[in-house]
């Protein structure tokens, strides 16, 4: 998992705790249906009495199931967008007759091997988003336990962001780098 993509740990525990809560009351509901706990008896009601409830718990039941539904959406939308989708760049030169097309996941993906191959660098992910005349990178970097951190970041600067600028040829390409260790027990990929 990338430190672009936090949410994902988390959405991962609350499905699965979620899943878990609704496979128990629904073995519970079945249980309880075929009579196997002593204790539950299927003719009786689920509530006591007959009468209607009194209107506030109408009005409480539905603002709750309003509110879980705007909530769930909610996380529904924030799951759509995680990351720029590769967009194709048409590159053109003047007086030419052919053009050529670029994917920014080619373009990405050779910054991020570019930086995979240094030394202090565990893993490298990268995203460019926008058109091919204003791209935006967007990077996620684990770097090796110990790693000079400010030292790291001056080079994928001067060196692979450089290289990326004269290969698109722009003079400016906003980053939106971010940093993080590998735990120590972690192995280095095979280079």
Do not use: K
């Not at 994917?103 to 990405?108: D, E, G, H, I, N």
């Not at 565990?122 to 990077?139: D, F, K, V």
């Not at 000079?148 to 290289?163: K, Q, T």
Request: glycine share 8%; charged share 20%.
């Amino acid at each position: 998992m990338t430190y672009a993509n936090r949410p994902a740990r988390l959405n991962r525990i609350l499905l699965a705790l979620l899943g878990i809560a609704l496979l128990a009351a629904g073995a519970f509901a079945f249980a309880a249906y075929s009579g196997w706990p002593g204790w539950v008896d299927p003719d009786t009601p689920l509530v006591p009495g007959t009468a209607a409830p009194p209107d506030w718990v109408f009005w409480l039941v539905i603002t709750g199931a309003t509110v879980l539904g705007l909530l769930c959406l909610r996380w529904l939308v924030a799951q759509l967008f995680r990351m720029p989708r590769p967009v194709p760049w048409r590159m053109e030169a003047d007086g030419s007759a052919g053009r050529t097309v670029l994917s920014s996941r080619t373009a990405a993906t050779a910054v991020a091997a570019d930086i995979e191959s240094y030394s202090e660098v565990h893993t490298a992910h990268a995203w460019l988003a926008g058109p091919r005349t204003s791209p935006e990178l967007h990077l996620a970097v684990t770097a090796e336990p110990g790693a000079d951190i400010a030292r790291l970041r001056g080079r994928i600067h001067d060196e692979a962001v450089a290289r990326l600028r004269r290969a698109l040829e722009v003079g400016e390409l906003p980053i939106r780098l971010e940093l993080g260790f590998a735990d120590a027990g972690q192995r280095a990929p095979l280079r």
